[in-house]
C-alpha cells in the first residue's frame, strides 16, 4: 500500500490549521504545518486582492517547503463599510490587536453609520503552488450578518459577530463539523477538490 502524499498549510493560524486539516480529510494525505517543517521565514502579503495574497503566499512558501504548499487568503467585507476591513482584515485594528480589538473597531465604525445595511461576507481564496510555479486556485464566500454583540466561543477572528442567517447562529456558535460544512473556506476547499487531477500534484509521501 503506497504511503499518503503530503501537503503544507502555509498559516501559522492554529485555528485556521485545524479547520483546513479536517476539511482537507478527503484526501488522505498529511498536512503539515509551517512550523511543523521549521519555516520560520515570513512571506511579504501586498497584494491588492485575497487572491493575490494567497498566490504570493504560495509560490513563497513553496520554495521553502519540500512539498506543494497551500495558502489561504481570507476576511471579512462589510457592505455598509465600503468591504472594509477586506485584505486587511487580520491587522485591522493594528499589529498586535486580539480577535476582541478587530471586533470592537467593526461595531464602533458600524455605529457611525446608523441605518445602514449590516451585511456582510467572509470571503477565502486558496492558491496551491509547488516550486516556485502555481499549480491551482479556488476561492468561496460566505454571506451573513454583522450583529451588535458578540455571541458564541468557538472559532476565531471575527465569527462571533457574523451571523449565519441560514441557521440563525454566529459561527462562533456553530460546532465544528457545522462550521465546515457552510464556510467561505469550507466552500473554497470544497471547489478545490473538485479540480480534475488534484491528487497527482501532491507531494510525495511524508
Given at each position: 500500500?503506497?504511503?499518503?502524499?503530503?501537503?503544507?498549510?502555509?498559516?501559522?493560524?492554529?485555528?485556521?490549521?485545524?479547520?483546513?486539516?479536517?476539511?482537507?480529510?478527503?484526501?488522505?494525505?498529511?498536512?503539515?504545518?509551517?512550523?511543523?517543517?521549521?519555516?520560520?521565514?515570513?512571506?511579504?502579503?501586498?497584494?491588492?486582492?485575497?487572491?493575490?495574497?494567497?498566490?504570493?503566499?504560495?509560490?513563497?512558501?513553496?520554495?521553502?517547503?519540500?512539498?506543494?504548499?497551500?495558502?489561504?487568503?481570507?476576511?471579512?467585507?462589510?457592505?455598509?463599510?465600503?468591504?472594509?476591513?477586506?485584505?486587511?482584515?487580520?491587522?485591522?485594528?493594528?499589529?498586535?490587536?486580539?480577535?476582541?480589538?478587530?471586533?470592537?473597531?467593526?461595531?464602533?465604525?458600524?455605529?457611525?453609520?446608523?441605518?445602514?445595511?449590516?451585511?456582510?461576507?467572509?470571503?477565502?481564496?486558496?492558491?496551491l503552488a509547488s516550486a516556485g510555479r502555481m499549480l491551482l486556485e479556488a476561492e468561496g464566500a460566505c454571506r451573513g450578518v454583522i450583529i451588535d454583540q458578540a455571541r458564541g466561543s468557538r472559532g476565531f477572528g471575527y465569527d462571533p459577530v457574523?451571523?449565519?442567517?441560514?441557521?440563525?447562529?454566529?459561527?462562533?456558535?456553530?460546532?465544528?463539523?457545522?462550521?465546515?460544512?457552510?464556510?467561505?473556506?469550507?466552500?473554497?476547499?470544497?471547489?478545490?477538490?473538485?479540480?480534475?487531477?488534484?491528487?497527482?500534484?501532491?507531494?510525495?509521501?511524508?
Amino acid at each position: 500500500m503506497m504511503p499518503a502524499p503530503a501537503l503544507v498549510v502555509a498559516t501559522r493560524n492554529a485555528g485556521k490549521l485545524r479547520e483546513f486539516r479536517e476539511l482537507l480529510r478527503p484526501l488522505g494525505c498529511n498536512v503539515h504545518s509551517l512550523a511543523e517543517l521549521g519555516i520560520t521565514e515570513e512571506v511579504g502579503e501586498d497584494g491588492e486582492t485575497f487572491a493575490e495574497n494567497a498566490r504570493l503566499k504560495a509560490i513563497g512558501y513553496s520554495r521553502l517547503a519540500p512539498f506543494p504548499v497551500l495558502a489561504d487568503d481570507s476576511g471579512l467585507e462589510v457592505d455598509a463599510l465600503g468591504g472594509r476591513p477586506g485584505i486587511h482584515s487580520a491587522r485591522y485594528a493594528g499589529p498586535d490587536a486580539t480577535d476582541a480589538d478587530r471586533i470592537r473597531r467593526i461595531l464602533r465604525e458600524l455605529a457611525a453609520v446608523p441605518g445602514a445595511p449590516r451585511t456582510a461576507r467572509f470571503v477565502s481564496a486558496l492558491a496551491l503552488a509547488s516550486a516556485g510555479r502555481m499549480l491551482l486556485e479556488a476561492e468561496g464566500a460566505c454571506r451573513g450578518v454583522i450583529i451588535d454583540q458578540a455571541r458564541g466561543s468557538r472559532g476565531f477572528g471575527y465569527d462571533p459577530v457574523f451571523l449565519f442567517p441560514e441557521l440563525g447562529r454566529t459561527f462562533a456558535e456553530l460546532d465544528e463539523e457545522e462550521k465546515n460544512r457552510y464556510s467561505h473556506r469550507a466552500r473554497a476547499v470544497r471547489a478545490l477538490l473538485a479540480a480534475p487531477g488534484l491528487l497527482p500534484l501532491l507531494g510525495p509521501p511524508a
